[in-house]
């Protein structure tokens, strides 16, 4: 079964950084496609960040793009998002999420349950 664990959200004002960690177990973690999905309060889904099964690519959407940095640790089945210059947009929700299929960039199967980040002074 497929299990991820987020965490690292938190309160922190406008322009500081914060970590977000998800733990993962229940798949060949180094052959999946990751990703970093997030929803602000009262909005829809996000997608936010991917990165490929062997941590050399990642790819960002174009509000978090220079800001947000996503990178994996295949030996302990961990993804990380590193925020900087955070902005009080970037209040949601983030959830770590894993595809279907191995190696696919779609078809988002498993989700965590999520962290809460709030940027607020």
């Known amino acids: 079964e497929v299990q991820v664990v987020e965490s690292g959200g938190g309160l922190v004002q406008p322009g500081r950084s914060l970590t977000l960690s998800c733990a993962a177990s229940g798949f060949i973690f180094n052959r999946y496609n990751l990703n970093w999905v997030r929803q602000a309060p009262g909005k829809g889904l996000e997608w936010v960040s991917a990165?490929?099964?062997?941590?050399?690519?990642?790819v960002y959407a174009d509000t978090v793009k220079g800001r947000f940095t996503i990178s994996r640790d295949n030996y302990k089945s961990t993804l990380s998002l590193q925020m900087n210059d955070l902005k009080p947009e970037d209040t949601a929700i983030y959830y770590c999420v894993v595809p279907t299929t191995s190696h696919s960039w779609v078809g988002f199967g498993s989700w965590g349950q999520g962290t809460q980040v709030t940027v607020s002074s």
């Open positions: 990165i490929d099964s062997g941590g050399g690519t990642s």
